[in-house]
Nanobody
Framework: QVQLVESGGGLVQPGGSLRLSCAAS????????MGWYRQAPGKQRELVAV???????KYADSVKGRFTISRDNRENTCYLQMNSLKPEDTAVYYC???????????WGQGTQVTVSS
């Protein structure tokens, strides 16, 4: 079992920045990916960014050039640096980890990000 704990959400003005962190603990395997999803009120959960263990990344078109995903494999932590935030980025952000060896996926509890003046 893997536990994911997010931190770093909050209220920020448009154009501002936030950095989310996701700390993983438990029985972790290699050959995995970590990522961030978000869910705004009344909308489906959507992929924001994902990073493989080797460092390759993928972003949603809506955040390209503004958000950067990274990870520290020694600390089992994933980060999402969010710059130039817009009101439409307001959502609950969830950390996700996919362990390909076991075929299992894990979710964090979510952290609220609100972009408003």
């Amino acid at each position: 079992q893997v536990q994911l704990v997010e931190s770093g959400g909050g209220l920020v003005q448009p154009g501002g920045s936030l950095r989310l962190s996701c700390a993983a603990s438990g029985s972790m395997l290699s050959d995995n990916a970590m990522g961030w999803y978000r869910q705004a009120p009344g909308k489906q959960r959507e992929l924001v960014a994902v990073i493989a263990e080797g460092g390759s990344t993928k972003y949603a078109d809506s955040v390209k050039g503004r958000f950067t995903i990274s990870r520290d494999n020694r600390e089992n932590t994933c980060y999402l640096q969010m710059n130039s935030l817009k009101p439409e980025d307001t959502a609950v952000y969830y950390c996700y980890r996919a362990d390909y060896s076991s075929g299992r996926g894990y979710w964090g509890q979510g952290t609220q990000v609100t972009v408003s003046s």
